[in-house]
Every structure is written in C-alpha cells, then in structure tokens.
C-alpha cells in the first residue's frame, strides 16, 4: 500500500513538475488548466481536500470556463461542507454545458442531499436524456432513493419501476421495492422482490430481517425459521428473538 501510495504521489509531482514547464514555455492557459484540474482531481480521489482545492483554484485562475475544475471544485466544497460554494460551481459547470452528465448528476446528487427533491429529479431526469449517459436506469434509481429520503413513496415507486424496466438486476432498486411493498401489506409482491433480490445479491443482515418480517405477515412459519436459522448463521451476533 505504501509503494502504491507512493507512486501515486510521484506521478502527481512528476505531472505538476510538466505543468510549470509547459507554462514556461508556451503561453497555453487552457492546457495548463487542464492538467491542473488533473492534478485536484487525483488529490481529490485520495481525500486530500486542500490539495485538491489548491490545484483547483489554479486551473480556474488560468481558465474560469474550465468545466472540469468547476465540477470537481464543487465535489471539494461539498465535502468540506461548504454548500454555498458547492453550489455556486455545480451551477457555473452546467453554464458552460447544461448537458454534461456527470455534472447533472452530481449536482443531482448534492440536491438530494439537501432535501430539494424537485429540483433533483429535474437534474436527474436531464441526465436520462443524454446521449453520453450509458446507464439511465442508475439516474433513475438515485432519483428513486432520493424520493425516499423525502419520503415520498409514491415517486420512489415509480422510479424504482423505471430503473428496474431498464435493468432487472439492480440489488437496491429490488431490495427497496420489497421494503416498500411491505409497507403497502402487498406482501407477496414484498416476497417476490426480495426473492429477485437474494437471487443475485448476497444476502444481508438487512435482507434477512425483511425475510423474517415478510413471512411473518405472511403466517409462513417454515419460510420464517429458514430466514431465522441463516441469520443466526451467518450473523451470529445479532439477536433475532
């Protein structure tokens, strides 16, 4: 891990050292913004905030159109809890370009997380429509938990289905819509998603608490001790009865 670590932060020298090197020699601010936007992220990835915000904020002052820097300066902020700021750079991205994915669904993301649900989905369902996004069905499912956090069931449900429709084998989307089918007390549609679910994905201590509680409502007794006897065994710490 060390040598990994090492290497890593060579490499980044190594680029910075290319950086004040081509700068020196040709007057190319967009280049060099590039490679510095480069550098924040790689110091961003590695949780190593202020560094990352450092090599940012050069490749702004070299290039204030820099989508790049705009977009994983906004992930610093958002991390440093500086949600002002987060958002002032997720909305200067997407002035450069209204259509990147990867901005539109980060800013979904963070919109998500501060509980502004209708301004989410507007940014997530944008990130379905473009032409670059190869995986629709997770903007649909990141919108699907978003509704939950907002508890709005109802629009959860209807994302779930999308994502789902797209591609059947998504663990979360599943697992969610067994929970929610509960609730509703549909519980064989309860049962049949869970079952999809534990047929693709290891069961949890989660999954099988939702077993238990399924085929209890159910009156299944036999069903029941078999969800009971795995989580003893396979989570022998936890207390089922």
């Given at each position: 891990m060390m040598r990994i670590t090492l290497l890593v932060v060579l490499s980044l020298l190594a680029l910075q050292g290319c950086v004040q090197q081509q700068f020196r020699s040709v007057d190319d601010k967009d280049k060099a913004a590039e490679i510095y936007s480069d550098l924040g992220l790689g110091y961003l990835r590695q949780g190593k905030l202020d560094l990352a915000k450092q090599k940012l904020d050069r490749a702004l002052e070299l290039n204030n159109k820099q989508i790049e820097a705009h977009h994983y300066i906004a992930e610093v902020y958002k991390q440093l809890e500086e949600y002002e700021l987060a958002e002032k750079h997720y909305t200067q991205a997407l002035s450069i370009n209204p259509k990147d994915p990867g901005v539109l669904n980060n800013y979904g993301a963070f919109l998500c997380q501060r509980?502004?649900?209708?301004?989410?989905?507007?940014?997530?369902?944008?990130?379905?429509?473009?032409?670059?996004?190869?995986?629709?069905?997770?903007?649909?499912?990141?919108?699907?938990?978003?509704?939950?956090?907002?508890?709005?069931?109802?629009?959860?449900?209807?994302?779930?289905?999308?994502?789902?429709?797209?591609?059947?084998?998504?663990?979360?989307?599943?697992?969610?819509?067994?929970?929610?089918?509960?609730?509703?007390?549909?519980?064989?549609?309860?049962?049949?998603?869970?079952?999809?679910?534990?047929?693709?994905?290891?069961?949890?201590?989660?999954?099988?608490?939702?077993?238990?509680?399924?085929?209890?409502?159910?009156?299944?007794?036999?069903?029941?001790?078999?969800?009971?006897?795995?989580?003893?065994?396979?989570?022998?710490?936890?207390?089922?009865?």
């Open positions: 509980s502004r649900f209708e301004d989410a989905e507007k940014h997530f369902l944008q990130v379905v429509t473009a032409k670059r996004y190869r995986t629709p069905e997770l903007a649909y499912e990141n919108l699907a938990l978003c509704a939950l956090r907002t508890d709005n069931v109802t629009k959860a449900e209807e994302y779930f289905r999308k994502a789902l429709g797209i591609n059947d084998q998504l663990s979360k989307s599943l697992f969610q819509m067994s929970n929610i089918h509960l609730d509703k007390k549909d519980y064989l549609r309860s049962r049949a998603f869970l079952q999809r679910y534990h047929d693709i994905a290891s069961p949890t201590e989660q999954s099988l608490k939702l077993g238990i509680k399924i085929e209890e409502s159910l009156g299944d007794k036999a069903a029941r001790q078999e969800y009971v006897d795995k989580l003893k065994r396979l989570f022998p710490h936890v207390d089922v009865e």
